[in-house]
């Protein structure tokens, strides 16, 4: 989360000088204004980060009230809440002063009240004020009031949203900036709930596919490897001591549980190791591309994740063509959005160049990027040359959303019931190696 610093100073003519940033810590703040002080020739006085203060006011009834407010300094809440008419105010810094970020579930909720809102034709201001103070979440109904301030002060839409693309994610807050200067806001609206609403739906399917049965996977072999490290020994080494014969399964076993407990710790690095060079590769951005296009060309389910970000790139597409400027803004946005870095460093470091330094048209700049299969490629070119290009990518995005949700759901099932399978099986050998000890019998006595 962004927090706020405000500097003061004195210019090299002696005017005083005041300003805020937005950073994520002290540090950070502190260089920002380094260089804008470097800059513009500033002596910097002081840096002072925006806190939380909670008050406490008594009222003519002699009750009392308590709240909660933002400002740099004790006797800013002072001030603000004498000019009210409270003077006589308790006011101490908040012990706890952490901004989480809202929840998913509270910004999509805060955008479709606001779509309804705008088509029942109440103003913005209005739903901004009464959405705020219905918010539980504190950094979300801080951020709306912010909103709704700014705006009356007669700040440009996209500017102020984004300067909260970390509460509201990048592409809702650039949406909900576009919506600003949009002729049908609750349209623009509508179109954001959407998307978060499949954006929410893609990582949901993403995790139920690959990171639910991954989890399962280790989870299960972590307890195959106690039980066949720790406790199958425990019972085998027993028949050993009186001098018994061990069947083939349980001294095969043993054999194994015996070269895994003395060499288990290199074992253990050779998984480690290039699986942690792997994350923090995939974190760079050379490492994304390759994951993200490692992704796409997986058999069945990188089918359907590329054509989940086919569709989300083409639904930005069809909500902010009209009213982004032009068509290489909408490009921009849409591969941002579409989650998936492979396509997006296609679109905007092939195609874009291709559009604007050779006059290259939409499809064949996208064709040559070589990120969307031939069958949107088609689709597309046959709206350019119809001249509705919007329809078509309206068409593109609601025909491969109703494809990938039921593709998905077959799928997800699929790998649940191989994953059952496999759970099974592994059950059953560990029951047959355990009951094998069972038919142990010492020799008869001649």
């Not at 996209?158 to 900036?177: C, H, S």
């Not at 994740?305 to 569709?311: A, D, N, T």
Request: glycine share 4%; aromatic share 10%; net charge positive.
């Amino acid at each position: 989360m962004l927090n706020e610093f405000r500097y003061q100073g004195v210019s090299f003519s002696g005017k005083a000088v005041q300003g805020i940033v937005l950073a994520k810590n002290k540090s950070t703040a502190k260089k920002l204004i380094s260089t804008l002080a470097d800059k513009h020739k500033i002596r910097i006085n002081s840096i002072l980060p925006k806190k939380t203060f909670l008050y406490s006011v008594k009222m003519p009834s002699g009750k009392r009230i308590k709240g909660r407010q933002a400002a740099y300094t004790k006797g800013e809440v002072s001030r603000a809440l004498a000019n009210i008419g409270y003077k006589d105010a308790k006011i101490e810094p908040a012990i706890i002063d952490i901004k989480m970020r809202p929840p998913y579930a509270s910004i999509m909720m805060f955008v479709n009240l606001s779509s309804f809102l705008l088509r029942e034709k109440m103003s913005y201001d209005k739903i901004l004020r009464m959405l705020a103070d219905e918010e539980s979440n504190q950094t979300l109904k801080e951020t709306l009031k912010k909103i709704e301030s700014e705006l009356k002060k007669g700040k440009e839409g996209t500017e102020v949203f984004a300067r909260f693309k970390d509460v509201f994610g990048k592409f809702p807050a650039y949406m909900l900036g576009l919506a600003t200067k949009s002729g049908n806001m609750a349209e623009v609206y509508d179109a954001t709930a959407k998307f978060m609403e499949r954006e929410m739906e893609y990582k949901k399917s993403l995790r139920q596919a690959l990171l639910a049965p991954a989890a399962t996977f280790v989870f299960m072999m972590v307890a195959v490897l106690y039980y066949v490290v720790s406790i199958f020994p425990a019972t085998a080494k027993m028949f050993l001591k009186f001098g018994l014969d061990l069947p083939p399964m349980t001294a095969a076993t043993l054999e194994i549980s015996d070269f895994l407990g003395t060499n288990w710790w290199w074992i253990f690095l050779i998984f480690l190791i290039p699986a942690v060079i792997i994350a923090l590769w995939w974190r760079t951005p050379k490492g994304s591309i390759w994951r993200d296009r490692f992704l796409i060309r997986l058999p069945v389910l990188g089918t359907l994740l590329h054509k989940s970000s086919i569709e989300i790139f083409f639904r930005v597409f069809s909500a902010i063509y009209s009213g982004a400027e032009n068509n290489i803004e909408t490009l921009t946005a849409s591969a941002e959005a579409c989650r998936n870095r492979y396509i997006e460093v296609g679109v905007k470091e092939i195609a874009i160049p291709l559009m604007l330094k050779e006059g290259m048209s939409l499809v064949p700049a996208l064709a040559k990027a070589d990120v969307f299969n031939q069958s949107t490629l088609s689709r597309l070119k046959t709206g350019t040359e119809s001249g509705n290009i919007l329809q078509s990518a309206q068409q593109i995005s609601t025909f491969y959303e109703k494809e990938t949700t039921y593709k998905m759901q077959n799928l997800i099932q699929s790998i649940q019931t191989f994953i059952g399978v496999f759970i099974a099986i592994v059950i059953t050998l560990l029951t047959i190696v355990s009951s094998e000890i069972a038919m142990i019998t010492p020799a008869t006595p001649t």
